[in-house]
């Protein structure tokens, strides 16, 4: 078996005409720089106006980034692969982009959680609030945030790096780390385990997320003031959520049950199940940008609209 660092891997996800291909890369060129343009039109904002230093923007502006983290990882291969003859990837590659992609997964896991558990206490516990969400805890779940992420990858990219593999075909626009450990010639027991825990872990992080809403929607229905801020707030953190699971899971089903499809069809398959990469980083700024008040209204002014007062919402 050759050297495992001179392995090269064939991504067999784009199967289509030159033609098709270059309609293609017109449409991604657009949605990557836009994706790029309004996360960090949001993050420039809320970085420029000290009245949106508080932690619900200070979290929301890490979820831009990490958008655009992810975008990152995943279109200037993606462009590149469009308009070339042979779509490939080293070894090396293709392990840093399985770092780079399920970092990305990771930390929008745990943002969402850090962000849910602001809310709840912003709107359980408001008269805490400020004393319970302070700068230093604002920190602290950032760097848990991040940090956490990207040791769960590295230990599982450390897994992965060790074993031998015998293929070096991958069916995807992308490498993933599934597709990898499906290429291996020996026992992947202790990969598929450390994945199942890896699943438990961040499914449990979505079901925190939902118990925590139960105790929301219960606190805004009670009061009116909550009601508003539960729809401002609240409302967008949760759509968030539901179209990053969404199009998670939509992945993991193609990934596990794709039919035997060709051309034209199994291209259009492949570039839809890559929607986790490329939908919630696209539309994630729009909903906040849209419902929270503060952050609509400096865009506005920034565009020499007439601005509507400013007044910062824990």
Not at 136 to 146: C, D, I, K, N, S
Not at 205 to 234: D, E, G, M, P
Not at 250 to 258: N, T
Request: proline share 4%; glycine share 4%; with cysteine.
């Amino acid at each position: 078996m050759e050297n495992q660092s001179e392995l090269v891997f064939v991504l067999q996800g784009l199967n289509d005409s030159l033609t098709n291909r270059q309609i293609y890369f017109s449409f991604a060129l657009l949605s990557y720089l836009f994706t790029i343009f309004v996360n960090l039109t949001l993050v420039v904002v809320v970085c420029l106006e000290k009245s949106l230093h508080e932690p619900i923007y200070i979290f929301l502006c890490n979820l831009c980034i990490n958008g655009i983290w992810g975008a990152s990882t995943f279109y200037p291969k993606l462009l590149h692969d469009l308009l070339a003859d042979a779509h490939v990837i080293t070894y090396v590659g293709c392990l840093t982009q399985i770092f780079s992609i399920y970092s990305y997964v990771f930390v929008e896991f745990t943002s969402l959680t850090a962000m849910a558990y602001d809310r709840y206490l912003a709107i359980c516990q408001p008269l805490q609030y400020h004393t319970l969400m302070t700068t230093r805890r604002v920190a602290q779940l950032l760097l848990l945030t991040w940090s956490l992420s990207l040791l769960e990858i590295s230990v599982g990219i450390t897994m992965t790096a060790r074993l031998p593999l015998c293929g070096r075909h991958i069916p995807r626009l992308f490498c993933t780390n599934w597709e990898v450990v499906k290429l291996s010639c020996h026992d992947t027991t202790v990969n598929n385990i450390y994945g199942f825990v890896l699943t438990v872990l961040h499914v449990s992080q979505t079901v925190l997320i939902l118990v925590s809403y139960t105790h929301l929607v219960r606190a805004a229905l009670r009061l009116q003031s909550n009601r508003k801020k539960f729809i401002q707030t609240c409302l967008p953190h949760l759509i968030t959520l539901l179209v990053f699971t969404s199009s998670l899971v939509f992945d993991i089903m193609y990934s596990r049950y794709r039919g035997e499809v060709g051309g034209s069809l199994q291209t259009l398959h492949n570039m839809l199940a890559a929607e986790f990469l490329v939908v919630p980083p696209l539309i994630n700024p729009i909903i906040y940008g849209i419902n929270l008040h503060q952050i609509r209204s400096r865009i506005l002014q920034n565009l020499s609209f007439k601005p509507e007062s400013l007044k910062p919402q824990p």
